[in-house]
């Protein structure tokens, strides 16, 4: 089975592609130095071997990165520059675009076609607001991302695209992405007990999409992911959303240096000072509103089926038994109008399923030092804080 570090590695250095790449303007030291200097800011140190083209146009070769909380830099190759113009102390480019990547380590190998970012700003030196200092796009899209275990498809993706509003006028930046399809061979699991399951289910290869959909005030930090769904064919899709406050430009700045600081730590160094800190940054924000649904699209009767061959059983009997169950367990949270909800729920649910969504939505937002200490003193409030509720085949 693909080790999870090295998958999260080679996500994470997927996700570093679609950071704004735009230090070729450094034919000029002096913007190459800012240029510089404000990835520093945002967390990330930037290097390159050499600059080719003219003032309009320019390659940066051999780019390297690496971000806050990383020990080693991303090679990424040339990345070209199109388009160049100034505006307000800052620049303008029309294309920024990477070359094809590849990425191995641990059997695990990451290509992907070449990134291409549209319409990128880059701010003045001594831009002011919220965002000043950020580099911001529109939109970006890639063709193709596929990760191979040994000579064997693991994971594709096609046609991702991104696209970005940047705030203005005081309005909240908006964002959104899709992908036209992604594919998985469930085949190269190894755990004997998940492959059973997936065998049986009939999930050995699977398709779907991803859509997500958000925006971001950075003036008071409000965060919100209003879509984030990703569809499995044949199986259903499974949907999150959530609202946070208090994710403004310092705080995130403060999140870099911290994760930056814990990064230069040597190996086996005691890190509970800087764990402690975390804690005490995150406090900072405060919570709004989260969700997670469950759309099914014939999974949901398939693991009941399953369930019942494992146990002798009919499919029936098992979403009986299961719903003759949930209340003795959420008993223990010793909340009586939530157990019936939920205990209705689940049993609408398992007779008829088509979705399944718990939510929290308190009356006002709930800072997360608050949070924390209620998990801490009586978890069982926590439901009551945050507002859960769970609810069956509602749109």
Do not use: C
Not at 282 to 295: E, G, K, P, Y
Not at 319 to 334: D, R, T, Y
């Amino acid at each position: 089975m693909i080790k999870r570090s090295t998958l999260h590695k080679l996500a994470f250095s997927t996700f570093l592609l679609t950071l704004p790449l735009n230090a070729a303007l450094a034919q000029d030291t002096v913007v190459a130095d800012r240029l510089k200097a404000a990835f520093a800011g945002q967390g990330v140190d930037l290097s390159w071997t050499g600059v080719t083209g003219d003032a309009s146009s320019m390659v940066l070769q051999g780019v390297s990165i690496k971000p806050a909380g990383e020990k080693e830099a991303l090679k990424i190759g040339d990345v070209k520059l199109e388009g160049v113009t100034e505006a307000n102390g800052g620049f303008d480019i029309a294309t920024v675009s990477t070359t094809a990547f590849e990425h191995s380590k641990e059997g695990v190998t990451l290509t992907l076609t070449p990134f291409v970012i549209h319409d990128m700003t880059v701010p003045a030196e001594n831009a002011s607001g919220p965002t000043g200092s950020l580099l911001m796009y529109k939109s970006a899209e890639l063709s193709n991302m596929t990760v191979k275990k040994g000579d064997k498809t693991a994971f594709s993706m096609d046609g991702l695209n991104i696209q970005i509003t940047p705030p203005a006028d005081g309005k909240a930046m908006e964002f959104s992405g899709t992908t036209k399809a992604f594919n998985a061979d469930l085949t190269l699991v190894d755990d004997p007990k998940s492959k059973e399951a997936i065998d049986a289910l009939g999930y050995q290869q699977i398709s779907g999409n991803f859509a997500l959909a958000g925006s971001w005030q950075p003036s008071d930090g409000k965060m919100e992911l209003s879509k984030y769904d990703i569809t499995v064919d044949n199986a259903g899709t499974l949907g999150l959303t959530f609202s946070l406050g208090g994710y403004t430009t310092d705080f995130i700045k403060s999140l870099q240096a911290m994760q930056k600081k814990m990064a230069e730590q040597p190996e086996g160094a005691d890190n509970s000072a800087q764990g402690m800190a975390m804690l005490g940054l995150l406090q900072q924000l405060s919570f709004n509103s989260a969700s997670i649904r469950f759309t099914d699209a014939s999974l949901t009767n398939k693991v009941l089926e399953f369930a019942g061959k494992q146990q002798g059983m009919s499919a029936k009997d098992i979403a009986n038994q299961a719903k003759a169950i949930v209340p003795f367990g959420m008993s223990q949270l010793n909340n009586p109008e939530l157990t019936a909800q939920v205990s209705a729920a689940v049993g609408k649910f398992l007779d008829d399923p088509k979705s399944l969504e718990i939510s929290a939505q308190p009356p006002s937002s709930v800072p997360f030092a608050l949070i924390m200490a209620g998990a801490m003193s009586n978890p069982l409030d926590l439901p009551k804080t945050l507002g859960v509720t769970v609810k069956a085949n509602e749109n």
